[in-house]
């Protein structure tokens, strides 16, 4: 099983550059989580789909955009990169409320 | 916003030493768990409390979830090289945060041969 599939790994933006990063899962989940991960700052949510067609604000959403494009696949999205985005980025879904929440193997972004 | 305060921040202790980090919060939530991450890797579960009062064990692992249901804790028992890694907590909230799972931001684990 390929689990939860992230794309691009890697990536350097410049500054006000758009993006979209892609994220899917083939094991039937759904919920579906957008994080960033800074030194010393642990795992702080974006956004967060609960299930298909829906889609809620995280702890840090602004400056990003999302969209739950069907049960598998959840985008991120970065309209103008600035500096402060710049980050690793993980994406992760749940079967159910209580479930084990699956990560990919990240996005390393920098913006400059 | 639901916060989880995780300490300590750092550890750096000698093999065979056993240690205790903890995951505190001012709200109450349903479920926690504990999660460890690797470099370059993502976070992989360790353990799900969802019951006040909960203990559970993983071999050398304890992981206790508070009664009031807004702490936890988890000791290791003569710790060894490959326990090392960043430990995290996450939790989600109750009523309109249903499915909202936050994190703690880590605690950095080095076990010294």
């Known amino acids: 099983n390929a689990g939860v599939t992230q794309t691009p790994k890697f990536q350097v933006l410049k500054t006000g550059q758009s993006m979209t990063l892609q994220c899917a899962q083939d094991m039937n989940h759904n919920s579906m989580y957008w994080y960033r991960q800074d030194p010393g700052m642990g795992l702080r949510l974006i956004y967060y789909s609960a299930s298909e067609g829906t889609t809620d604000k995280g702890e840090v959403p602004n400056g990003y955009n999302v969209s739950r494009l069907n049960k598998r696949e959840f985008s991120l999205r970065l309209e103008s990169a600035a500096p402060s985005q710049t980050s690793v980025y993980f994406c992760a879904s749940r079967v159910s409320r209580t479930g084990e929440a699956f990560f990919g193997q990240g996005t390393r972004l920098t913006v400059v | 916003t639901q916060l989880l305060e995780q300490s300590p921040q750092f550890l750096s202790i000698q093999e065979g030493e056993n240690l205790t980090v903890y995951c505190n919060s001012s709200?109450?939530?349903?479920?926690l768990q504990w999660y460890r991450q690797e470099p370059g890797e993502g976070p992989v579960l360790l353990v799900t409390?969802?019951?006040?009062?909960e203990v559970k064990k993983l071999k050398r692992l304890t992981f206790q979830f508070g009664d009031a249901r807004k702490d936890s804790s988890l000791h290791i028992t003569a710790a060894q090289p490959g326990d090392t890694g960043l430990y995290l907590c996450?939790?989600?909230?109750?009523?309109?945060?249903?499915?909202?799972?936050?994190f703690g931001k880590g605690t950095l684990l080095t076990v010294n041969p």
């Open positions: 996450a939790g989600e909230g109750s009523g309109g945060s249903n499915y909202k799972l936050t």
């Open positions: 409390v969802v019951t006040g009062g």
């Open positions: 709200s109450v939530f349903s479920s």
